[in-house]
């Protein structure tokens, strides 16, 4: 079993629409927990970062965690075609050392006008 | 904001020649900073840690000889293909951070192509 898994896509979502996005995560000592976007080509940038329970928002994109089901998601709003990329979800490693990330697989999201 | 900066951010090199790739904390000092490569349509696998005045840490799989890495100052870890082979061919990024458990910062990357 991966340690971060995610659906590999794509998923695509018209403009406008609400894009779901899905991560689990196999070590229960996991403290941190993160959101990127990746386009073609170009190295990961941070959308969000989410360390307890519950919802965070910001802006067009929430993350949702739920650490009794070792599950994180990414939901994004009002979706572009700019939102059109790779989003990887990215968790502290096993040995929680530092900010040591284990990245998952990425989902590719299309946005379609 | 933080920035790392990685540079070259293209190579294409001969097979059988060595690449140095630099990776600056432009603005902060990084104690550690680490390593990924990235396969084509594939996510970003941990290759190294690099520990300020230390040895790296490698990961399990990855061959210390052939990836040199160099941290010697606070700013600044390299990297170094040495004998690369067109297997070697990837997209290597660096990252930092300013404290261990403060949000890393990733380099623009170095797509590297050996023929």
């Known amino acids: 079993q991966k340690e971060v898994e995610q659906n590999s896509g794509p998923l695509s979502v018209p403009e406008g629409a609400i894009a779901s996005l899905n991560c689990t995560y196999s070590?229960?000592?996991?403290?941190?927990f993160f959101w990127y976007r990746q386009y073609s080509g170009k190295s990961p940038e941070l959308i969000m970062s989410i360390y307890s329970n519950g919802d965070k928002e910001d802006g067009r994109f929430t993350a949702q965690l739920n650490k009794a089901s070792q599950y994180v998601s990414l939901l994004i709003r009002d979706s572009q075609p700019s939102d059109s990329a790779t989003y990887l979800c990215a968790v502290n490693g096993p040995q929680t050392a530092g900010n040591k990330l284990t990245f998952g697989g990425g989902t590719r999201v299309l946005v379609k006008p | 904001g933080a920035v790392v900066s990685q540079h070259p951010s293209r190579v294409i090199c001969k097979s059988g020649t060595s690449v140095k790739i630099e990776c600056r904390s432009l603005?902060?000092?990084?104690?550690?900073m680490f390593w990924y490569r990235q396969f084509p349509k594939q996510s970003l696998m941990l290759m190294a840690t690099?520990?300020?005045?230390?040895?790296?840490?490698?990961e399990q799989g990855v061959e210390k000889d052939k990836f040199l890495i160099n941290h010697a100052s606070l700013t600044l870890s390299t990297l170094t293909v040495t004998s690369a082979h067109p297997e070697d061919s990837s997209f290597y990024i660096c990252?930092?951070?300013?404290?261990?458990?403060?949000?890393?910062?990733f380099g623009s990357g170095t797509q590297l192509s050996v023929l």
């Open positions: 070590d229960r000592g996991s403290q941190s």
């Open positions: 603005d902060f000092q990084a104690t550690t």
């Open positions: 990252s930092a951070s300013r404290t261990p458990n403060e949000k890393l910062f």
């Open positions: 690099s520990n300020e005045g230390s040895k790296a840490t490698y």
